[in-house]
């Protein structure tokens, strides 16, 4: 077995080595919470497009046209607010992330309701 970090500590008197594999590390709370913050913060950076929403809501573009996107009564609420919907130039939509998720959040119950009945009231 290869060998990576070694830790020593003097416990009641007594000398205690532990030998941890290769790869692996012991760390602290802090730094676990740190390491969570920061992939939290990254997956909310930048815009959401179609490949990241099929992904992260295990749906398919078509879905999301007809149960959200062209939904009127949510089109009032999303264009401008956190979704940039296709135009001249831009294909599909783009969402911004931690307003495109409070969204999902707060309509998830009518958008599934709407899904079952087959989408677009």
Same mark, same amino acid.
């Given at each position: 077995?290869?060998?990576?970090? /070694?830790?020593? $500590?003097?416990?009641?008197?007594? $000398?205690?080595?532990?030998?941890?594999?290769?790869?692996?590390?012991?760390?602290?709370?802090?730094?676990?919470?740190?390491?969570?913050?920061?992939?939290? *913060?990254?997956?909310? &950076?930048?815009?959401?497009?179609? !490949?990241?929403?099929? @992904?992260?809501?295990?749906?398919? !573009?078509?879905?999301?046209?007809?149960?959200?996107?062209?939904?009127?009564? =949510?089109? /009032?609420?999303? *264009?401008?607010?956190?979704?940039?919907?296709? *135009?001249?130039?831009? @294909?599909?939509?783009?969402?911004?992330?931690? &307003? =495109?998720?409070? =969204?999902? /959040? @707060?309509? =998830? !119950?009518?958008?599934?309701?709407? $899904?079952? /009945?087959?989408? @677009?009231?």
């Amino acid at each position: 077995m290869l060998l990576g970090t /070694k830790i020593e $500590a003097n416990v009641n008197g007594m $000398a205690l080595m532990i030998q941890l594999p290769t790869g692996l590390h012991v760390v602290d709370d802090e730094y676990v919470a740190e390491h969570d913050t920061a992939l939290a *913060r990254a997956d909310m &950076a930048g815009w959401w497009t179609m !490949p990241e929403l099929v @992904k992260r809501y295990h749906q398919n !573009p078509t879905w999301f046209a007809d149960n959200v996107f062209q939904v009127p009564r =949510f089109m /009032k609420v999303l *264009r401008g607010q956190c979704v940039m919907y296709p *135009r001249e130039g831009v @294909k599909g939509y783009t969402c911004e992330p931690e &307003a =495109f998720g409070e =969204f999902m /959040k @707060k309509w =998830f !119950p009518e958008i599934a309701q709407n $899904a079952v /009945k087959g989408g @677009k009231s």
